[in-house]
């Protein structure tokens, strides 16, 4: 076993060195241009695992999106649905006492490391499988598209997601390409250069999926949660056909679990001030502003001017559009 993960490390090294690589906003040194999508040198291996090893079951429900986009919301929401039956009762739930990224795993994270471990604790966890990812449609394993696991989709306006990106990997060093100035990453971010990106094919081969397979891609939008919560996480509930109701009203239900997952709520938990994620990210830098516009302290005129074209060219057609202030 030890010779063959040898040999599998020293493929994917050698991998890594052909492809070509670029500094840009994303976790480790490097992000490298794989299989159409930058992937965080960090990530590589794990990406590799994922996509050879993972076998779907019909019952996962996987939270994607691009990163910074409302990820540790989205994977808190998703947790208290699918587990509505296991703690029913909010004032002693899971998510009081640990981080969303703590309940719900990115298989391409934990699969670069300990890899039988991982990959036996993945097969044995309790079913439904709530996993996220944050791998582009096309790379995800074969399995997961093949299957009728559902994947619910979280993108953001691209304005606030490439300053909360910023903010984000710019902060502890070892996750982040710190040499780049606010304006190189944004350069970077235009030319589809961040971790997982280009942006635009990102949310765009989800959306597409969600046209055509709406029974297994729900694609939500982080405003449109903001605005109207209720709406949406009903939405989130009928496609996952989950009872949470067990005599109450549904709205009453479903206000209760937006009220456990609401951003002030979450940044005041004693679990959410200190620590880390595996030793990548401080738990607190999850929870910044979680607002809809801040980006509008932060860009030029140019710089506005650039990302609103580039948004028009790579969309336009697809239906696919952003509120950019609250
Ligand atoms: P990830 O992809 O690395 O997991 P992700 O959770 O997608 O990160 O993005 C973090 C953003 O979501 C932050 O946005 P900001 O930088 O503009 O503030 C964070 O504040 C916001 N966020 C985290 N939790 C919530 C929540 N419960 N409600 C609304 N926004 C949230």
Known sequence: MALASDKQANEENELLLSLPKERGLGAGPYLHLFQDFWCPSFYFPGVNNFQKHFHAKDSDVFVASFPKSGTTWLKA??????????????????????????LVSFPEFILSHDFDDQILSLSNMT?????????PFPS?????????????????????TFVSAWEFFT??????SHALTFEEAFEKYCNGIMGFGPWWSHMLGYWNESITRPNKVLFLKYEDLKEDAVFHVKRMVEFLDIPITQGEETTAVIENIINLCRFEKMKDLEVNKSGEI?????K????RKGKIGDWINYF?????????????????????????HS
């Open 140 to 160: 995800l394993p074969k399995s997961i598209a093949k299957s009728n696991c559902k994947i619910i989709y979280i993108c953001r306006n691209p304005f606030d």
């Open 284 to 287: 607190k830098n999850f929870f």
């Open 127 to 135: 079913e439904p499988r709530l996993l996220a990812t944050h791998l």
């Open 171 to 176: 902060k502890k060093s070892s996750v982040s």
């Open 278 to 282: 595996d030793n990548i990210a401080e």
């Open 300 to 324: 030029s005129p140019s710089m506005i001017e650039k990302l609103s074209k580039i948004i028009e060219e790579k969309l336009s057609g697809s239906g696919l559009s952003f509120k950019l």
């Open 77 to 102: 929401l998703t947790f208290v649905i699918v587990n509505h039956q296991r703690f029913s009762s909010f004032d002693h739930h899971p998510l009081l006492s640990s981080n969303p990224h703590e």
